[in-house]
């Protein structure tokens, strides 16, 4: 059985340039011996799990839906707005919230200070993260790569 204690664990600054999206991060799983995005059958774990401390007045990241993975967010202090495919909530300490793949979301802290939860997320062995505000933008886990594309005819430029 491991062990490690919060405050054994380094925070790391999440900042956008110009500071729309802010968070610290503290990664409960890496502490633990687990591997970004990777699990099981990578020598991770089946899940990650991360105490977020989201700024007044910022959001987590940018809104979007996870194709394959699932979120659980534990808030325990502040508060909030989720934002989701189906409208906006506020939330606060002591809210539970699941995002089953295909939910959109995005944190918004609207208070005075900080805006704390717990975030648990399960691995899939491939991932592609959209972006529903900024049409064409995706990610790839576990490459960890953001890009565009362009449509392209199935058999182009193979046939």
């Known amino acids: 059985m491991q062990t490690v204690n919060l405050s054994s664990i ?10 729309k999206y802010k968070l610290t991060r503290q990664s409960v799983s890496l502490a633990l011996g687990g591997k970004k995005d990777i699990g099981t059958w990578g020598g991770g774990h089946p899940f990650d799990v991360e105490l977020v401390r989201v700024a007044p007045g910022a959001a987590n990241f940018p809104f979007h839906v996870h194709a394959a993975q699932w979120e659980m967010y534990l808030f325990l202090e502040g508060n909030g707005q989720m934002r989701g495919s189906e409208g906006t909530q506020t939330i606060g300490a002591g809210d539970h919230v699941l995002c089953k793949p295909g939910d959109g979301h995005q944190i918004i802290n609207t ?3 900080d805006l704390v939860y717990y975030v648990v997320a399960d691995h899939s062995p491939a991932e592609i993260v959209t972006y529903p505000d900024t049409p064409g933008k995706f990610a ?4 960890n790569r953001c890009f565009t594309m362009n449509d392209v005819e199935y058999y182009e430029p193979e046939d």
């Open 10 to 19: 380094p925070a790391q600054l999440v900042q956008s340039p110009k500071g």
């Open 111 to 113: 208070g005075t200070g």
């Open 140 to 143: 790839a886990k576990p490459v």
